[in-house]
């Protein structure tokens, strides 16, 4: 199995290495496959296509897009898409035009709780201003010391529950397997093991999913643990995914995973690039 990386994000959504820099670092950690998946944006793909042609590092465009299934937050990710279709790009649009009030809402509520200007604050290591995510506020409170590191900043402020976490309505799943086919892609369920589902939801996900046409499934991934490498590779299996890989990479230091670090997937796999010309 090759080092395929189809996950990771730069500067353009809430990554800290530009979509260049990204493309460098996962060449020189051996990827030989490569896709950035920014949040709701592509804005980063020429670059990172440039740079990574110009290393001789295979290259596809991928997106990593923002749903709410049944009350929860998920993520879909989308491969080989063609980053200038119209309706994919008029979905991300609609899906990013959202978060600079449920971030001024977020700032409200933590200066409810006596940490104020973390709206401004957030939107200063924000690299598009039209994407503010919960990870530049996490930053931000690290910076001011509020909290030792992004992760404990989630625990005690952002996740559902914590006093500065805003619920958000996020594009459909049926609208997010269809801005991606548009786009002559393939969708993913990103990181299912995250999303903590109990085995009838879970089973509900997979059903729509594939109902809807969705194609694969990641197995390896930075949010996964090895046993759950070997559970979701069980589901790609019995539902007919295909198998997808991807670090989550976004930042050195802060991310668990770097790119290109992730174990191969199984031999027993049908890989995400099976039909690809690569
Ligand atoms: P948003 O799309 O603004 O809600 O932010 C979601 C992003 O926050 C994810 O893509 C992760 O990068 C980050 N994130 C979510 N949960 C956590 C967590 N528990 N610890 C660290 N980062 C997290
Ligand atoms: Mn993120
Ligand atoms: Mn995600
Ligand atoms: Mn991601």
């Keep these: 199995m090759l080092n395929a990386d189809l996950h990771c994000h730069s500067t353009v959504s809430d990554g800290m290495l530009s979509p260049a820099e990204v493309a460098t670092r996962a060449h020189s950690q051996g990827v030989v496959l490569w896709s950035l998946t920014d949040h709701?944006?592509?804005?980063?793909?020429?670059?990172?296509?440039?740079?990574?042609?110009s290393l001789g590092l295979c290259f596809?465009?991928?997106?990593?897009?923002?749903?709410?299934?049944?009350?929860?937050?998920?993520?879909?990710?989308?491969?080989?898409?063609?980053?200038?279709?119209?309706?994919?790009?008029?979905?991300?649009?609609?899906?990013?035009?959202g978060r600079e009030n449920r971030a001024l809402a977020i700032g409200l509520e933590l200066e409810k709780v006596g940490i104020p200007g973390t709206f401004e604050g957030a939107l200063s290591l924000a690299g598009n201003p039209s994407l503010i995510s919960r990870t530049h506020f996490a930053r931000y409170l690290v910076e001011r010391r509020v909290?030792?590191?992004?992760?404990?900043?989630?625990h005690r402020y952002?996740?559902?529950?914590?006093?500065?976490?805003?619920?958000?309505?996020w594009a459909?799943?049926?609208?997010?397997?269809?801005?991606?086919?548009a786009a002559g892609g393939l969708a993913v369920i990103a990181h299912p093991?995250?999303?903590?589902?109990?085995?009838?939801?879970?089973?509900?996900?997979?059903?729509?999913?594939?109902?809807?046409?969705?194609?694969?499934?990641?197995?390896?991934?930075?949010?996964h643990t090895?046993?759950?490498?070997?559970?979701?590779?069980?589901?790609?299996?019995?539902?007919?995914?295909?198998?997808s890989c991807g670090s989550d990479f976004h930042a050195p230091k802060e991310s668990?995973?770097?790119?290109?670090?992730?174990?191969?997937?199984?031999?027993?796999?049908?890989?995400?690039?099976?039909?690809?010309?690569?």
């Excluded at 952002?158 to 958000?168: A, D, F, N, Q």
């Excluded at 090895?226 to 198998?243: D, F, S, T």
Aim: one cysteine or more.
């Design 40 to 53: 709701d944006e592509v804005g980063g793909i020429p670059l990172a296509r440039e740079t990574a042609q």
């Design 60 to 97: 596809v465009a991928g997106v990593e897009i923002s749903v709410t299934w049944c009350n929860k937050t998920i993520h879909i990710v989308g491969l080989n898409i063609d980053e200038t279709n119209k309706t994919l790009l008029s979905g991300l649009c609609e899906t990013r035009y």
């Design 147 to 154: 909290c030792k590191d992004v992760r404990s900043v989630f």
């Design 158 to 169: 952002l996740v559902e529950g914590k006093p500065g976490y805003i619920p958000h309505q």
């Design 172 to 181: 459909s799943l049926e609208s997010a397997l269809s801005w991606i086919h």
């Design 193 to 223: 093991g995250r999303y903590h589902l109990e085995a009838p939801k879970l089973v509900a996900l997979l059903d729509q999913f594939k109902s809807m046409g969705g194609e694969g499934i990641e197995v390896n991934t930075g949010s």
């Design 226 to 243: 090895p046993a759950q490498y070997l559970e979701y590779g069980k589901i790609a299996k019995q539902y007919g995914l295909l198998a």
């Design 256 to 278: 668990r995973m770097d790119l290109g670090k992730l174990p191969p997937l199984s031999h027993d796999l049908i890989p995400i690039w099976r039909d690809w010309m690569i």
